[in-house]
C-alpha cells in the first residue's frame, strides 16, 4: 500500500489516504518520495479548474527521491539512485514527437496527477523514460521545482537559441520568473525584470536582472519600445501585451509560459512589420531536462525554496493559494 494525501472533493482539505497501486509495470519505477514540491498546478487541479480533475485526488508532480522497485525491462536505472519526477509520468515513446526528442509534445503524454495519483505520498510511480537521474552538485531538498517550475523556463531558452548577447526580458518575478532570472544570469543574457511590485527591485537585481522596470507604468514600458529579443512572460495576469510586442526588437519574440485569464488579443500589424512572434510551450522532454538539470549544477542555479513536513501539507497549500511564498513550497518527509 502506499501512503499519501489526498482530497475527496474540490478544493478539499488534503486527508491521509492509502491506496494498492498494483503490480509494477514492466517499463515502470517506483520512486520512493524523499521531497516534493507543491506547484500553483496541484492548486488548480486541486479546485478542478481545469475540469479534469479525478477525486480523491493525490496532488504532487514535483518529486525528488530514490528508486525503490524497478520494473523487469528497466535497464537505465538503479536501485537507490537519486531522481526526480515532473509534470509528466508517461509518453507512447511511438509518436513522431517522442521519437524525435520532444516527448513532452506527445498528444497521449500522461500527466503525473491527471488520471492518477501523484507524489504527495511515500512513494510514487512513472515510465522510467520520465524518471530523470540527479547529478552531483543538485541540491535534493530545493530540486523538486526544477522538474517543473525550471524546466518550464528552461525549455524556451533551448528551444528558440537564447544566445548570451541576447537582450531578454522576463514579465513576473515569482515561482517562475525568478528561475529564470537564474538560468539567464548564467546564459550570460542582459536581463530585464517586469514586476507589477517596484519593492521587488533589489531582489530582482540579486536573482540576476541587469535592469528593472515597473509593469504598472506605462511610461516605463514606453521607455524600452525596440529594446528586446526576447521577452519571456511567467504572469499569470492579462496585461497591456501590445506594449510587450512593442518593446520587441524586429525579429523578436513574446513567449508565454504563464497562463493567462484572457484570450490575446492583438494587431497584426506590428507582428508583420517587425517580423515579430508570440509563441507559448509547454515544459520539456527528458533530455532537455537532463540537459537543465546539467548547467544547473554546473553554474550553481538554485530554487528559492521555503520547506514544511508532509504532516502541515494544508498549512502550505493554504500559504500558496493566500498568501506569497518565497518562492517555491517544498514538502520534506521526516
Given amino acids: 500500500m502506499i501512503k499519501a494525501y489526498a482530497a475527496h472533493e474540490p478544493g478539499g482539505q488534503l486527508q491521509p489516504f492509502e491506496y494498492d497501486p498494483g503490480t509494477l509495470g514492466d517499463e515502470e519505477v517506483e520512486i520512493k518520495v524523499e521531497y516534493c514540491g507543491i506547484c500553483h498546478s496541484d492548486l488548480s487541479m486541486l479546485d478542478n479548474e481545469w475540469g479534469m480533475t479525478e477525486y480523491p485526488f493525490v496532488p504532487g508532480h514535483e518529486v525528488v527521491g530514490t528508486i525503490a522497485a524497478l520494473g523487469d525491462k528497466v535497464t537505465t536505472l538503479n536501485l537507490g539512485q537519486r531522481v526526480g519526477l515532473g509534470w509528466f509520468s508517461g509518453s507512447c515513446m511511438t509518436c513522431e514527437w517522442c521519437m524525435s526528442g520532444n516527448h513532452n509534445l506527445c498528444s497521449n503524454a500522461e500527466g503525473t496527477i491527471v488520471s492518477r495519483h501523484g507524489g504527495f505520498a511515500d512513494k510514487v ?8 537521474p540527479l547529478p552531483d552538485g543538485i541540491n535534493p531538498a ?3 521545482p526544477l522538474f ?9 531558452i ?3 537559441d537564447i544566445k548570451p548577447s541576447d537582450r531578454v526580458g522576463v514579465i513576473g518575478i515569482g515561482g517562475l520568473g525568478h528561475i529564470a532570472l537564474g538560468f539567464l544570469q548564467a546564459w550570460g543574457c542582459e536581463i530585464t525584470a517586469f514586476s507589477s511590485s517596484p519593492d521587488k527591485e533589489a531582489e530582482a537585481r540579486e536573482l540576476g536582472a541587469t535592469h528593472f522596470i515597473n509593469s504598472g507604468d506605462p511610461k516605463a514600458l514606453e521607455s524600452v519600445q525596440n529594446s528586446f529579443d526576447f521577452i519571456l512572460s511567467t504572469a499569470s495576469a492579462d496585461l ?4 510587450y510586442i512593442a518593446a520587441l526588437r524586429p525579429k523578436g519574440r513574446l513567449h508565454f509560459v504563464g497562463v ?10 506590428p507582428l508583420i512589420a517587425g517580423q515579430k512572434s508570440i509563441s507559448a510551450s509547454p515544459l520539456g522532454s527528458p533530455v532537455t531536462i537532463t540537459r537543465m538539470l546539467d548547467f544547473a549544477a554546473r553554474q550553481g542555479v538554485e530554487p528559492i525554496t521555503e520547506t514544511f513536513s508532509f504532516e502541515q501539507v494544508n498549512e502550505a497549500m ?9 518562492y517555491r513550497l517544498v514538502l520534506k518527509h521526516s
Avoid at 240 to 243: F, G, L, Q, S
Fill in 158 to 160: 533551448v528551444q528558440f
Fill in 148 to 156: 517543473c517550475g525550471g524546466i518550464t523556463v528552461f525549455n524556451p
Fill in 240 to 243: 497591456d501585451w501590445n506594449a
Fill in 142 to 144: 530545493t530540486a523538486g
Fill in 125 to 132: 510511480r512513472a515510465d522510467y523514460s520520465w524518471v530523470v
Fill in 260 to 269: 493567462i485569464p484572457n484570450p490575446l488579443s492583438t494587431p497584426i500589424f
Fill in 318 to 326: 493554504e500559504k500558496l493559494r493566500h498568501g506569497k511564498p518565497r
